[in-house]
């Protein structure tokens, strides 16, 4: 089976390591499988193809005005972390209209009970009661189109998108079985850090918009990946901590230093053995020392980590012309794939 990767991240504010961690690190390792990985069963990809996902965006309040610049900074993001134009399709959605030509002939296939019942929908409704709208509703059958136009069969998300992977598989089925075989089964890739929670409260996912219940924008409990070494450090000082004064991993009792550990453990380079420090290593680096300096040494593993990322953001956010032009030649490319399965769509649904 030929593997095809797709993923994509909405617009709606900076990205934070929370997206990073739960999902572009994996974007990077399966568009570079490291050559071990092979036996393993991780083969390198047929097609790999990453989206911002501009139309989902629009779903909850947003700005027109900045938008257009709200989108240009995920793409820097996106290029800054390593994707790499040779070997994945970097796109808006807006710019391939098949995606939601496609999700128009789900809609006719899809029962309005799959989708109100689902977690992210409640969710962002309690969030923004106001946008009670159908485009909410319908989000997940657009991102099932998004999935199902270029026959992608492995996805790499955080831990929230699952339902919509769940969702994704049986409108396929559902399709398949009204009008014969199109779509193949679409598989899920979950990292490590594929839930990284808030740094001013552990019960919540570290988040763009503020959640419902504790009414916290992103700023102060996110680290976004643009963030200054300073407001790093401030933001890792402020982080809540446990009640208890030992760095230990227990994600029940301890779930403020827990997701820290899980930060630390990912985003930490042994400068010897040139792989991340296990979270074992790291509880008994600081067995007889205190949260304080904990929390001091992971700004720095932070600062660290995006130092680099931030350069190369600078390179391309310098270079808006190349940008765009891979933008264009991955849109070009993306828009022929994606025609061939809506042909296909079309054909068995008897519009052609
Ligand atoms: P979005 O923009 O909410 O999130 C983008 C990715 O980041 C992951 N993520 C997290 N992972 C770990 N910890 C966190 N605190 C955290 N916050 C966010 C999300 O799981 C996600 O993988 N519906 C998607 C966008 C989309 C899409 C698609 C994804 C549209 N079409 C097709 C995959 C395939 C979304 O809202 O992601």
Known sequence: ???????????????????????????????????????????????????????????????????????????????????????????????????????????????????????????????????????????????????LIYKSNLVPVGEDQLPHIDLTNEIAKKFNSMFGEVFEPVKPHLAEGARIMSLKDPTQKMSKTPSASSGQAGDESCIFLVDTPDIIRAKTKKAVTDSDKEVKYDEKEKPAISNLLTIYHLLSQDSIKKQVLSIKEIENQYESKSYVDFKNDLAEVVVNFLQPFQAKRKEFEDDPKKVIQILESSEEKARQLADKTLTEVKEKMGLL
Do not use: C
Not at 83 to 106: C, G, M, N, Y
């Open 1 to 147: 089976m030929k593997l095809k990767v797709f993923s994509g991240i909405r617009p709606s504010g900076k990205l934070h390591l929370g997206n990073y961690l739960g999902a572009i690190k994996n974007w990077m390792e399966l568009q570079d499988p490291p050559s071990h990985k092979a036996s393993e069963g991780t083969a390198k990809p047929a097609q790999v193809i990453f989206m911002v996902a501009d139309y989902h965006a629009i779903t909850t309040p947003y700005d027109p005005k900045t938008y257009q610049q709200q989108i240009m900074d995920v793409v820097l993001d996106y290029l800054a972390a390593g994707i790499d134009p040779d070997k994945a399709l970097l796109i808006r959605q807006s710019k391939v209209p098949q995606h939601t030509e496609l999700a128009w002939l789900f809609n006719t296939v899809t029962p309005v009970s799959w989708l109100d019942r689902l977690p992210t929908y409640k969710e962002q409704l309690a969030k923004a009661p106001k946008y009670n709208h159908v485009g909410l509703l319908d989000y997940p059958v657009l991102m099932a189109a998004d999935i």
